[in-house]
């Protein structure tokens, strides 16, 4: 179906009233900036359309009513005018019931109406029609006062680049699924192939969208509390700049049987789960003693154990806990195995986390071919013997055992500038068969970069699986060896004898 006009932007006419003299008011320079925005991203300029001369006690204008079954999407702003005007709740419901009887309200799994929120607003307060769907935030609680502050330039710097990231969050969701209506009224009309015909009249070349191995696939980015509110929306931006499907793509019920059967049921449709562990102990459903938090991480766990569900739970480095139940909860994690069934905890920057969901991903589709002349013959295989530099004695005779069974071994680098033994050590986990880390003189730390290293190997340009990766645990033993587990590595410690566990090492790479 075919659109006169691509996006409606509905909101109160107050909350277009400047707090400076001279300045555009909110509303005004919103629809400014989106349309320029979006006529970058979509290669033409969308007819954006609001009523200019709305006031605000004024009745629904027929001519509102006469142009919505001529509109693609709406975009309606929230604030608490917004919601107490009949009218502008009036201008939800109609587009909505007109959808309903046209294309549809959602389109897949995204709908028409946008919601975005300028000033925060009880949700049951909004339309009751579009009460489930997730907002657009335009604005932060101050974490002291508890007060809302919105996205706006005269509240300071911090504030306008939250405005923009935000702005784009929108604006690339608008253009996705104005490009799919495009796309679906060019097959209706039978137009020439290649050509879009787009809302506001003009022919421009389809866009050809590269596809990737992991587009299309579903994540669960689980809830999170509202110190990582802004982490956890930059992973969202991330997931679906790679064409993944993020669930949950609605508001969840707060009251706890209700809660578990949501979660469940999207959790269902997803192969990978992402939980992002803040400072906060999280919202509480009514019922339950647990967060929201906690609740995904428990129903992650049992689903993993039933269909291998893949999971990945992050905790930003800079995290400082002081509540006692959240302390309670991370420890609960790092220690219980049912709690961690088919997840890897990883603490890290935030880039680490992206490079280990795309490994994840890449990793499940892997098929591994096998060489139909000799399986047995690839040439020499390669095993990279990671070590601290206090650890070269100690590592000589492993590195001769392995030596006389047939691998070739590579052993970390430590001269050279710190830009070429990084290249080095990258190349090597590109190219190697496994990896073996002898832990012993590096401390936690070190150990942490090594392992947060193997999570990246698909961007270092890896193309198959490093399935053998294995932790030599050796002297000297503390408290954080003796701790250590992992479900992405294999965990040995080495007393004694070390044939045998070489022995076990080696038959895993052929």
């Known amino acids: 179906m075919k659109f006169k006009k691509d996006i409606f932007i509905s909101y109160a006419h107050i909350d277009d009233e400047s707090l400076m003299e001279g300045e555009s008011g909110w509303i005004t320079e919103f629809h400014r900036s989106l349309e320029i925005r979006l006529a970058q991203l979509l290669g033409y300029r969308p007819n954006i359309w609001r009523d200019k001369d709305l006031k605000g006690n004024s009745e629904f204008s027929d001519e509102i009513l006469i142009q919505l079954p001529d509109i693609a999407l709406m975009v309606s702003i929230h604030s608490p005018r917004y919601v107490k005007s009949e009218w502008c709740v009036r201008e939800v419901n109609e587009f909505h019931r007109i959808a309903e009887s046209n294309l549809g309200v959602t389109i897949g799994t995204k709908s028409r109406i946008?919601?975005?929120?300028?000033?925060?607003?009880?949700?049951?307060?909004?339309?009751?029609?579009?009460?489930?769907?997730?907002?657009?935030?335009?604005?932060?609680?101050?974490?002291?006062?508890?007060?809302?502050?919105?996205?706006?330039?005269?509240?300071?710097?911090?504030?306008?680049?939250?405005?923009?990231?935000?702005?784009?969050?929108?604006?690339?969701?608008?253009?996705?699924?104005?490009?799919?209506i495009n796309k679906s009224a060019v097959e209706e009309s039978l137009a020439k192939k290649g050509v879009s015909q787009v809302g506001s009249g003009e022919k421009i070349p389809e866009k050809k969208v590269e596809s990737t191995t992991i587009a299309g696939r579903k994540i669960f980015l689980a809830e999170t509390s509202i110190d990582c509110k802004e982490k956890r929306e930059s992973i969202s931006r991330y997931l679906s700049s790679k064409g993944l499907i993020v669930l949950p793509n609605k508001n969840l019920s707060l009251e706890i049987d209700e809660y578990l059967i949501e979660v469940k049921t999207l959790m269902n449709e997803c192969e990978l789960s992402i939980h992002i562990i803040g400072s906060n102990f999280g919202l509480v459903p009514e019922g339950t003693m647990k967060s929201k938090i906690q609740l995904q991480n428990e129903i992650a766990a049992e689903i993993s154990k039933e269909k291998k569900l893949l999971r990945l739970i992050w905790m930003p480095p800079e995290v400082k806990i002081e509540d006692e139940r959240q302390l309670k909860f991370i420890d609960e994690i790092k220690r219980s195995e049912v709690l961690l069934t088919g997840a890897d905890f990883l603490i890290g920057p935030i880039e680490d986390l992206e490079f280990a969901i795309e490994d994840k991903l890449n990793k499940k589709k892997e098929v591994k071919v096998v060489d139909a002349?000799?399986?047995?013959?690839?040439?020499?295989?390669?095993?990279?013997?990671?070590?601290?530099?206090?650890?070269?004695?100690?590592?000589?005779?492993?590195?001769t055992y392995l030596f006389d069974k047939g691998f070739d071994v590579i052993i970390t680098a430590f001269e050279g500038d710190q830009t070429e033994l990084r290249e080095d050590h990258q190349e090597n986990?590109?190219?190697?068969?496994?990896?073996?880390?002898y832990y012993g003189a590096g401390n936690d730390l070190w150990l942490r970069a090594k392992t947060r290293d193997l999570l990246k190997i698909a961007g270092y340009g890896r193309k198959k699986s490093l399935n053998v990766k294995t932790v030599f645990v050796a002297p000297p033993i503390s408290p954080q060896k003796e701790r250590l587990r992992s479900h992405d590595v294999k965990v040995v410690n080495l007393t004694g004898d070390f044939i045998p566990m070489l022995e076990e090492f080696i038959k895993e790479i052929k």
């Open 114 to 180: 946008f919601k975005v929120i300028k000033t925060p607003v009880d949700l049951t307060q909004h339309p009751k029609v579009i009460q489930g769907l997730l907002g657009y935030e335009f604005f932060k609680l101050d974490p002291d006062t508890g007060k809302p502050k919105e996205f706006s330039k005269i509240f300071g710097k911090d504030a306008q680049l939250a405005y923009w990231a935000k702005l784009d969050d929108l604006a690339y969701d608008l253009s996705a699924l104005l490009e799919e």
């Open 373 to 399: 002349i000799d399986s047995d013959f690839s040439g020499t295989k390669q095993v990279y013997l990671v070590c601290d530099l206090e650890d070269l004695d100690a590592i000589a005779n492993i590195e």
């Open 429 to 437: 986990l590109k190219n190697c068969d496994a990896v073996l880390i």
